[in-house]
C-alpha cells in the first residue's frame, strides 16, 4: 500500500521539500530563465538547470542514435550529416536544432545563475563564468580562422615553388615526342576516370573532388579549434554549476548541500552568524 499523502507538506508528492522558498508551484519558468535581475531559490535553478541540460543531451544523441540504426536498416541517410551554413558556420543538418538550442540555453543559462547568486546574496557577476565556454569558442574559432588561412596560403606557396622550376626547365627536340605521348596517355586516362562513377561517399570536396578553396579552409579549421574549447570548458563549468552554485543555500545562511530538507529559519548557522 502506499503512504498516505502528507496533506500539510509544502508539496504532498514531494514531501523531502521543508523550505518554502522552493515550493515547486511559486516556480515562474519564464522569470528563472529569462529574467536576470531577480531571485531564484535551490530548487527553481536545479529544475531549470537539468532543463537545459537534458535538452542538449537529447538533441545531440537520439538524433545521431536514430541515424545510426536506420543506417544499419539500409537506408541511405548521407544527407543528413550534409553541412549547413548556419551563420556562416558548417553544421550538419541532422544538428542544427542541438546547434541552436546550445546558443540559446547559453544566455538563459548565465540568467538562471545570475539569479541563483542574487537570491544567496552573492554578486551575480559571478555568473559571467557561465559565458566562459562561449567566449573561448568564439576566440578559439577566430584563431583557428587565420590559423586556417596562413595553413592554405602556405600550401598554396609551396606548390607555387614546387612548379615554377618545371616551367622554367628547357625541353629538348628528342624529349618532345615522349612527352607528347605522355600527356597523351594521361588525358585518355582522366577521360576514363570521368566516366567512372564518384566513389560512394565521396562528396563535392572529396577525393574525386577538387580541393576545398581559403574560406573553406579557414571555417573547417576554426569551427574545429572552437568546438573543442567549448566543450572542454563547458565540462568545467558544469562541475562548478552542480558542486557549487547548485548546492549554495537559500540566502546564503546555512550549510552548502543538496536538497531542500531543511526549513527555512533551521539552516545551520556560520561561526560567524552565531551569537556569542
Known amino acids: ?16 521539500i521543508r523550505d518554502q522558498r522552493d515550493d515547486p508551484h511559486a516556480m515562474n519558468w519564464l522569470q528563472v530563465m529569462f529574467n536576470p535581475f531577480g ?8 529544475r531549470a538547470w537539468t532543463l537545459m541540460f537534458l535538452g542538449r543531451v537529447l538533441l545531440f544523441i537520439v538524433p545521431i542514435f536514430a541515424v545510426f540504426v536506420v543506417s544499419l536498416a539500409g537506408a541511405n541517410l548521407s544527407g543528413a550529416w550534409k553541412p549547413v551554413k548556419f551563420l556562416i558556420l558548417p553544421i550538419p543538418a541532422l544538428l542544427v536544432p542541438f546547434f541552436i538550442f546550445t546558443v ?33 569558442g568564439i576566440a578559439g574559432f577566430s584563431g583557428g580562422v587565420v590559423m586556417g588561412m596562413g595553413k592554405y596560403q602556405a600550401m598554396n606557396a609551396k606548390q607555387a615553388t614546387a612548379a615554377a622550376p618545371a616551367a622554367e626547365t628547357p625541353v629538348s627536340d628528342t624529349a618532345a615526342a615522349p612527352a607528347a605521348e605522355a600527356s597523351g596517355d594521361e588525358a585518355a586516362t582522366a577521360a576514363d576516370a570521368e566516366k567512372k562513377p564518384a566513389r560512394k561517399g565521396g562528396g563535392q570536396h572529396g577525393k574525386n573532388g577538387p580541393p576545398p578553396s581559403e574560406r573553406q579552409t579557414a571555417i573547417g579549421t576554426g569551427t574545429g579549434f572552437a568546438i573543442g574549447l567549448w566543450a ?5 563549468v558544469m562541475l562548478w554549476s552542480l558542486f557549487y552554485v547548485a548546492r549554495m543555500p537559500n540566502g546564503g545562511v546555512g550549510r552548502f548541500k543538496t536538497g531542500s530538507d531543511v526549513a527555512q529559519g533551521e539552516e545551520e548557522l556560520r561561526p560567524s552568524y552565531a551569537m556569542s
Not at 6 to 11: E, G, H, L, V
Not at 39 to 46: D, G, N, Q, V, Y
Not at 105 to 119: D, G, I, M, P, Q
Not at 232 to 236: E, G, K, N
Open 39 to 46: 531571485a531564484s531559490p535551490k530548487l527553481h535553478f536545479s
Open 1 to 16: 500500500m502506499h503512504k498516505p499523502l502528507d496533506p500539510t507538506a509544502i508539496d504532498p508528492h514531494r514531501p523531502w
Open 104 to 136: 540559446a540555453t547559453e544566455l538563459t543559462s548565465w540568467v538562471a545563475h545570475a539569479r541563483r547568486f542574487h537570491e544567496a546574496n552573492k554578486s551575480g557577476l559571478r555568473a559571467i563564468v557561465v559565458l566562459i565556454p562561449l567566449f573561448l
Open 232 to 236: 572542454i570548458s563547458s565540462f568545467f
